[in-house]
């Protein structure tokens, strides 16, 4: 079997990858005003029911208030009483500064408001996952690959997974909400079908199986917004909650289409999943104690996969504990829980991506191979030249227009020529453009956006408008009647070398076709946020990346429809972080079904290790303006779907993991404690672990982050992988992909798993003496059994980063047979918490109860650079001196048929950076399901400051389990 590639990124000398209040709500008797706040208490104390935790709370808000508990209830927003404890009400600032002295809280923070992310793209994914090899599907009775193949079948192990979205509601109505053949809802389901406006208890079913709603659109909202979403129905009034569900696990509908336009069928990820609805925003934002709410029921009703395409400003970086979305995400992975989210849209800017804390699965936006053509065809010889929009053109196809720049019908009164070259409100002459098509310019400088000129065009008596546009060349913007087409500035030339050449230059502008092929595809796209994480640089994000850009799926009734259509469209056509995420999470769900017992951390490995990192046209993949993508774009590659169902290996993290790095990061014990209820026995943030986030690049993560890395030195990580392939007996070797001037080494180079040897330790160190230049080196580790194939090239140079695309773009079939994984607990996560600076009782708060022994010792706590020893599956380690070694440990766990297999590893690594894997052979047997490797990084040949990218791959021969790395020096 075959073991993906890790990816790495070495930031070379320190290159560093570059909160808010309350605002005031109404008076309190003339006093001092008010807002939500929200008080996090960290896990539920065992043995503490929910009745008992809501009276806590409210005798805790009584104490402060000091009134009765009448009072304590009528400020009380939300409470949190299943999986984690804490509460959100309406206090002042003095009252949120006494709760936060209480003992038992960990934090409390102004409810913050986070926003949206806002057919054929599994088509795409199936189609690049082509190569894939079925050795071992043919030794098997029916194989979790064969199976994918009919995976909308109700007989299929899918359709008892639950994949849970915290969205914008749904509108049940939908034709992919149609429960027609699927078996009885699953008997551990705990949820409700909540009442509301437009919405009965009835409009649930057997695939919409639970839906909620919380104060979107009230108290925690007003202050923000002179509109008002009444928020009191699970309906979706914005249809951003319906295109997403419907992506993850919405039935297959034929004939579908967006007023024709990609029609064909459209269906989820997960056909066969059951969906339950989490209303927690309105068109005007997500409350961060409504997220944490949506959390807090989606653990307790029972779901599978939860599913987030919402975050906060990628300018707004909170601590872990301030941040609703990795407080609950951190809580539903100790459940065993996997949470999928975005990375965000604040791209192509580096240092963008959110969601970034370890536990969470963050997913880039790619484009599939689909295209939405509209042509400028010019007078004379009819020369058409290329675009892309969508629009329902009903101009005639002979060019007779009268075609005029905007430069050309510059009003008088302006002196800015190049303000109206980008045609800006005010700046052109109604009377020069009227029956005319403008052609503007539209840029990052622009004043406003594009749908706001192509208004002023209108209203001033235009016929259409060209819009030069080479930002999100990929996403189709909907003009629908009115007639726009986007070209970039290279074909801009021909049209201004045309109206250069004739007095009178006529055009007109054709109706939007659909053209599929479409090469290249994936590319990174434009608006997709980028690494490396501000928060945890030694964590490489995002993790992988999905089909994100014009993604066709089901969506709300509008008012607006192109003439002659009598009747709105059951679906749209959508882009962002918010499409690419409900694509991993249908893929997450699949593999979850084929394998019940797998925890978080084994899926995100099988999906991040079998990612791939090429093209349609077999070439590397590329971001929007045509660079080669890196690992900061689409961390591992572009989900692979069929390869995720088999990887081989995978990188498994625990508990304790993640409470490691939390040690890492700079939590003490205390706060640990608090965060994580209870520490395993002995857990401490020891003086080496504490607050050093150098050591979080151990964490056992399919990818690899090292920063910081001295040319003088190495650093060395490790990483542990677990067979969990079909056969047990499986022997892996590695291969290195690294840029010239890094030296990467992986010990041991090669892994011999059996019956009794499932999981395998390796070490990767890396070296950057040679290093020509300061910043960002990326390359690949690949463990290859030889009987499958991993997506790698060998040319350093044209490797995407796992900063771009984490681990790789997800692949849903290779994902439920991903051969290792690599697993957290709960104490893994406490001791991520002592790292990242929690003290023990703050952690203990969290957590509500800690394992025997637990504490952030003077060695764990605040040191952030032990979370790259988090047992995640890819590897990120920040501030690597070039005289130094960086060294981190991973553990894999078989997961494979074969109890008895032998994974070597394969490291790729960009010149100058040394990566040493110890061991080399991983030998699992029937007695042996987990093994340990360490990977160390020495950039002393590194010839450069930043970062430096490339993965270390297990293979049994039968399975490839990739994790990537980035080291920053």
Same mark, same amino acid.
């Given at each position: ?14 290159a ?63 409470q ?13 600032a ?5 709760? @936060? ?14 926003? +949206? ?6 088509d795409f ?7 894939v ?13 064969a ?5 909308s079948s ?11 979205l915290?969205?914008? *509601?749904v ?15 699953? &008997? ?9 406006d ?7 079913? @057997? ?9 979107v ?26 295109? /997403? ?15 024709g ?20 925003c ?10 944490l ?10 779901v599978?996969?939860?599913?987030v395409?919402?975050?906060?400003s990628p ?8 941040d609703?979305i ?23 800017d ?23 053509q ?5 007078? *004379? ?23 005029i ?15 109206a070259?980008?045609?800006?409100p ?42 030069v ?14 007639p ?16 250069a ?5 006529v ?9 599929t ?21 030694n964590?490489l ?10 993604i ?13 259509e009598?009747?709105?469209s ?6 962002? &972080?918010?499409m690419?995420?409900p ?5 997450a ?12 951390a ?5 999906i ?11 070439a ?9 993508? /890196? ?8 989900v ?23 040690c890492n990061?700079?939590?003490?014990a ?8 209870s ?8 003086a ?6 150098d050591?979080?690049s151990?964490?056992n ?19 542990v992988?677990?067979?969990? *392939? ?18 990467v080494?992986?010990v041991?180079?090669?892994?011999e798993f059996?019956?009794s ?21 990326s ?10 194939t ?12 796992p ?6 773009q ?7 047979d ?11 996560y ?34 952030k650079?032990?979370?790259s ?10 501030? +690597? ?5 960086? /060294?981190?440990?991973?553990v ?26 110890v ?18 990084f ?14 270390? /791959? ?10 990537p790395f980035?080291?920053?020096?």
């Open positions: 079997m075959w073991l993906p590639l890790i990816c790495f990124v070495l930031a070379l000398l320190f560093g990858a570059s909160g808010g209040g309350a605002a005031a709500g109404g008076g309190n008797g003339g006093g001092e005003l008010h807002g939500v706040y929200v008080v996090y208490m960290g896990a539920v104390p065992p043995r503490t029911s929910p009745n008992i935790l809501q009276e806590t709370h409210l005798r805790l808000i009584g104490a402060v208030l000091k009134r009765g508990q009448p009072a304590a209830e009528s400020v009380v927003v939300q949190y009483k299943h999986a984690f404890s804490g509460f959100a009400a309406r206090l002042s003095t009252e949120a500064a006494a709760l @936060r002295r209480k003992p038992g809280v960990v934090s409390v923070f102004a409810d913050p408001v986070y926003h +949206l992310h806002t057919t054929r793209s599994w994914l199936q189609q690049q996952t082509a190569v090899k079925t050795d071992s599907a043919r030794r098997r009775r029916r194989s979790p690959r199976a994918a193949a009919s995976a109700t007989s299929s192990p899918m359709a008892d997974t639950i994949i849970g915290l969205d914008s *509601g509108w049940p109505e939908s034709p992919s909400f149609d429960d027609a053949g699927l078996r009885p809802v699953p &008997t551990r389901w705990k949820g409700v079908c909540m009442a509301g437009n919405f009965n208890s009835s409009s649930c079913n @057997r695939k919409l199986i639970g839906a909620r709603y919380y104060d659109g009230g108290e925690a909202m007003k202050r923000r917004s002179s509109a008002r979403s009444s928020g009191s129905s699970p309906r979706d009034e914005a249809g951003h909650g319906t295109h /997403t569900s419907s992506t993850a696990a919405g039935n297959a509908v034929t004939g579908a289409s967006y007023y336009l990609a029609a064909g069928t459209a269906k989820g990820g997960s056909a066969s999943s059951r969906v339950a609805m989490y209303r927690v309105s068109e005007e934002g997500c409350a961060g104690s409504a997220i709410a949506g959390f807090d029921d989606a653990i307790a009703d029972g599978d996969v939860i599913s395409s919402l975050g906060a300018y707004f970086r909170p601590d872990f504990s301030d609703p990795a407080i609950g995400s951190f809580h539903a992975v100790a459940k065993g829980v996997m949470v999928v989210c975005s990375a965000g849209n604040a791209g192509p580096a240092a963008t991506v959110v969601n970034a804390a370890p536990w969470i699965l963050t997913v880039a936006a790619s484009t599939i191979d689909r295209y939405f509209s042509d400028v065809v010019l007078g *004379g010889n009819n020369t058409a030249v290329k675009g892309g929009a969508i629009n329902f053109s009903n101009l005639n196809k002979t060019p007779k227009y009268p075609l720049t905007g430069e050309s019908a510059k009003s008088s009164s302006v002196s800015d020529t190049e303000s070259s980008h045609c800006e005010g700046t052109l002459d109604a009377s020069k453009i009227k029956g005319k098509i403008v052609l503007c310019h539209h840029s990052r400088n622009s004043d406003t956006s594009k749908t706001e000129k192509i208004e002023e065009l209108k209203s001033a008596g235009a016929v259409g408008s060209v819009l546009n080479d930002l999100e060349k990929a996403v189709a913007t909907a003009y629908i009647d009115f726009v087409t986007e070209i970039t500035s290279a074909a801009a030339a021909d049209i201004h070398k045309y109206i050449s004739t007095s009178e230059p055009a007109t502008i054709t109706p939007t076709i659909t053209v092929e479409y090469k290249p595809a994936p590319v990174v796209a434009y608006f997709s946020s980028r690494g490396p994480s501000a928060q945890t640089p964590i994000k995002p993790d992988v990346a999905a089909p994100g850009v014009n066709l799926a089901s969506w709300i009734p509008t008012s607006t429809l192109p003439a002659g009598e009747k709105p059951q679906f749209n056509l959508v882009s962002g &972080t918010s690419a995420c694509h991993v999470a249908g893929v769900a699949t593999i979850k079904a084929w394998n019940p017992t797998w925890s978080p084994a899926i995100r490995s099988s991040m290790t079998t990612a791939t990192q090429l093209n349609n046209d077999k590397p993949v590329t971001t929007d303006s045509g660079s080669l993508a /890196t690992p900061y774009d689409h961390g591992a590659g572009q692979n779907p069929t390869a995720a169902l088999d990887a081989g290996l995978v990188y498994e993290l625990g508990d304790e993991d993640y409470l490691q790095f939390l990061y700079g939590y003490d205390s706060q640990i404690k608090l965060i994580a209820a520490l395993p026995g002995g857990f401490s943030c020891g080496g672990n504490a607050s050093n986030k050591l979080i151990g964490l993560y399919p990818s690899i982050s090292v920063t910081g890395l001295d040319k003088a030195g190495t650093r060395t990580v490790n990483r992988v677990t067979n969990v *392939g079909a056969q047990q007996e499986a022997s892996y070797t590695v291969a290195v992909t690294a840029p010239a001037g890094l030296d080494k992986v041991p180079s090669k892994l059996t019956k040897v499932k999981k395998l330790g390796f070490q990767v160190s890396f070296s950057g003496k040679n290093a020509a230049a300061k910043g960002d080196l390359g690949s580790i690949t463990w290859s059994d030889g009987k499958h991993a997506p790698v090239t060998t040319d350093s140079g044209s490797l995407a980063t900063y771009d695309h984490g681990a790789g997800v692949n849903p079939t290779a994902a439920l991903a051969g290792l994984v690599y697993e957290l607990g709960d104490e893994d406490l001791q991520f918490l002592c790292n990242y600076g929690y003290d023990a009782s703050q952690i203990k708060l969290i957590a509500a109860s800690l394992p025997g022994g637990f504490s952030c010792g003077a060695g764990n706590a605040s040191n650079d032990l979370i020893g988090l047992n995640y599956p890819s590897i990120s380690v920040t501030g +690597l001196d070039k005289a130094g070694t960086r /060294t981190v440990n991973r894999v766990t078989n997961v494979g048929a074969q109890q008895e297999a032998s994974y070597t590893v394969a490291v790729t690594a960009p010149a100058g950076l040394d990566v040493k894997v061991p080399s052979k991983l030998e699992f047997t029937k007695s042996v399901k987990k093994l340990g490797f360490q990977v160390s020495s950039g002393k040949n590194a010839a450069a400051k930043g970062d430096l990218s490339g993965s270390i /791959t297990w293979s049994d021969g039968k399975h490839t389990v990739r994790s980035v080291v920053t020096f």
